[in-house]
């Protein structure tokens, strides 16, 4: 059975144009209508043929849809639901992919007060962003967070599961606050260590750039992937889980200042066990289906 | 003209078994002899066949050498150098793979007081270890860098510049002191971290192991594949480049706690400059052929 028949995309980036041609692909029978509030996005989007309709409005896309998703910054999620409150059908159900989950229910009660919402987040990406970084299989094997509350009806969760295992996912449920927490070990703060680090480096005076890109071989160019996704999705996203970010990167904080202190004194074993114990995890991931099992991550060599 | 025509290789794990690989492929008239401490890794070796020769004593391995490069951890080099120093001929060159270079120095000088040594590092690696994961291009389009000194006899450093180039590197010189301090910005820094990111999300009580697996595609999971490199490698690096690696960090560290408060007062100005400012690095790694150009690394999807 479809989950949805009529499903609305706003928001035509990395994420959102990986659904829609997720849905073509996995479910052909579907019609997908998307927006973006760029029409640079929007014509590049008609270009690349997507979706079976790009409307130059909001209201007009969520007309007949039976699920609208929300594929914006969480920064703009409030006044993309706004955008879409007049004209959204009373039994369409609202979703979203955004990577901050307490904030995201919060906007999306405020402005449709009456809808029936399901926030959610894919946990899948690349650091490309655009229409033209969208690809079907984004998704397939990857999970995805669904964050219902007390207002959300169990049906309507179940269609979005449904929704989402179509398009190749697996699904998990818990509650916005422990996702927050989750996504802050698992994705937010490993960015901002990315970020920070290829900052560091680009501001030393002993270094300079070029020596860094030449060298970057050594582990360095692995952070500088991360480090070039979208800039304004993870500025909402910090400003928006600031709390369990902040509770992470102090425990972080606290563990590297404790390896410093065991480089200051010549501790090897603390570095050890600590460097011996970590392999556990790489491997629960290569176990799990999560990572590409090759070395380097595949890269050509 | 072929720079070496006996290269022996001590320590025969990724980077060595690689080196051992790379001359079959790309001077099949160099004679490759082949020693490791361990007598499993020496077993294997000669299962595996990359050399010519495998030998159960050091000493043995270098009688006719006219190149010896030691590829063992960086602590280990001291009493690999003096293994050998009873028997190494007298116009050999030493040299070694080291990921740190003033120590690395200090040590084959004190083993080796009258050879000829070019200390040198090849920027390449992957996360596995031992001889089954070495492979005959690792080096290939990688930067080597050699650190002579004012006792490296300008002639013998050329000579290693093209062994190093015969394997497909591209080499450049500079000072030992300054080969450190490059190397704790692109490699040993961002592995602590990632070594210590893994850590801190292992232990922590509100978020199960199983987890931060399950949503490790956000980000975390490029993370572990450093943290699974060689334990003893990466211990021995950390306490023999201690000065420049506590340098690096104490910068990020101050740059961390900058984002930490403009995270807490909401100043997304400042984290929307940082995010746009590092995508220029990772162009520049690109443009460079230094990582592979696809979306996320290539990695499967």
């Given at each position: 059975m479809l989950p949805f028949s009529r499903v609305t995309v706003i928001g035509l980036g990395l994420i959102g144009s990986s659904v829609a041609r997720a849905i073509r692909a996995s479910l052909p029978t579907v019609r997908v209508t998307g927006h973006d509030a760029d029409p640079a996005v929007r014509a590049r989007s008609r270009d690349l043929g997507f979706a079976h309709d790009i409307t130059d409005q909001a209201g007009t896309a969520v007309l007949d849809a039976d699920l609208v998703l929300l594929c914006v910054p969480v920064g703009a999620i409030g006044a993309a639901a706004a955008d879409i409150a007049a004209d959204l059908p009373a039994d369409a159900i609202v979703s979203d992919v955004g990577g901050s989950k307490v904030s995201v229910a919060a906007a999306l009660r405020a402005a449709l007060p009456h809808a029936i919402i399901v926030p959610g987040h894919p946990v899948a990406g690349t650091e490309n962003s655009g229409p033209d970084a969208g690809f079907a299989t984004l998704f397939a094997g990857r999970w995805c967070i669904l964050t219902p509350d007390a207002d959300t009806p169990p049906v309507a969760t179940a269609r979005v599961r449904a929704f989402w295992e179509s398009l190749g996912a697996q699904v998990e449920e818990m509650t916005a606050h422990h996702h927050d927490l989750v996504l802050a070990v698992t994705s937010h703060v490993p960015h901002l260590i990315a970020y920070s680090i290829v900052g560091t480096a680009s501001d030393l005076?002993?270094?300079?750039e070029s020596e860094v890109i030449k060298y970057s071989?050594?582990?360095f160019r692995d952070f500088t992937r991360i480090a070039a996704s979208d800039p304004t999705m993870w500025r909402d996203v910090f400003l928006n889980n600031r709390e369990a970010v902040l509770e992470i990167l102090q425990r972080l904080t606290e563990d590297v200042t404790m390896l410093q202190r065991a480089i200051r004194w010549g501790d090897g074993d603390t570095l050890f066990d600590l460097f011996s114990r970590t392999r556990a995890i790489r491997r629960g991931i290569l176990e799990q289906g999560q990572d590409d099992p090759r070395a380097d991550f595949g890269r050509a060599h």
């Open positions: 005076e002993q270094v300079t071989a050594g582990g």
